[in-house]
């Protein structure tokens, strides 16, 4: 299976521990993009809606595009009834918009899983003039907040984690945008924390790709000691998160 479709196998569980974003993110997103009613917006791989609803709320004519069919579908289930929102359950990779012209296009850990040339051509094509292309990620770490713990976890890794496919898309460079026509490129940067109990921290664990293909008998031993560690350090983790977005325009 493709790490791209490997999310759908897991809908409940990725809906449940996946990271979301900080409003002051939203915030700045809309506000950059002046994103509101009469806005054509497209959301490309929403997941379960991690970065959606501060963006559906705005009024704007909201569309995504999801290539999982359980995603797609608990999307659906999610916001099915608010009129501004509209989704297909397809590859953006292959889609055929139809001639349609969107004011934002935005991506949360999403957009790296796409060729970096269609990526950016396509969107490119995608906007109105003077739109706004954002991508979304999360960068966390932990080991400030227990390097002990930090240190436990990463013995684990060391000795349990052996994926089967190696995960191939941490070269995406968001910058290159401007390669493809793109200007005004920026990095801005928002910040959180996340704490979870052993329970919580595994099956969050168990949402990331190159984990969930970890073959037996590495699997099992693996999520036992990430349990076990977090158990011995109070039951708590804590993540200190930055949530990045990349903010790049088509020129008018």
């Known amino acids: 299976m493709e790490f791209r479709k490997i999310f759908d196998t897991i809908p409940e569980q990725f809906d449940k521990f996946r990271p979301r974003y900080s409003q002051e993110l939203f915030d700045s997103l809309i506000a950059y993009a002046k994103i509101g009613p009469g806005k054509k917006v497209l959301e490309i791989g929403p997941g379960t809606g991690q970065a959606t609803e501060p963006i559906l709320n705005t009024g704007c004519d909201y569309n995504a595009i999801e290539l999982g069919e359980h995603l797609y579908a608990k999307m659906k289930e999610k916001y099915g009834d608010r009129p501004n929102f509209h989704i ?43 739109g706004t292309l954002a991508m979304l990620l999360t960068k966390s770490e932990y080991k400030s907040t227990n390097p002990a713990l930090h240190d436990d976890i990463q013995k684990i890794y060391d ?4 994926p089967e496919t190696p995960y191939p898309h941490r070269s995406f460079h968001y910058q290159n945008a401007t390669n493809y026509g793109y200007v005004d490129f920026e990095e801005r940067d928002f910040y959180g924390k996340r704490e979870m109990t052993a329970d919580e921290y595994v099956a969050f664990s168990g949402t990331h790709c190159d984990h969930m293909v970890i073959a037996e008998p590495y699997k099992t031993k693996f999520f036992e000691g990430l349990h076990k560690a977090v158990l011995a350090h109070d039951n708590k983790i804590i993540f200190n998160d930055t949530y990045v977005m990349y903010l790049t325009k088509k020129p008018i």
């Open 88 to 130: 297909v359950n397809d590859d953006f990779i292959t889609h055929d918009f139809e001639g349609q012209k969107f004011d934002l296009i935005y991506s949360a850990a999403t957009i790296q899983w796409i060729p970096e040339d269609i990526a950016f051509s396509k969107t490119y094509d995608l906007l109105a003039p003077g």
């Open 159 to 162: 000795e349990y984690f052996k």
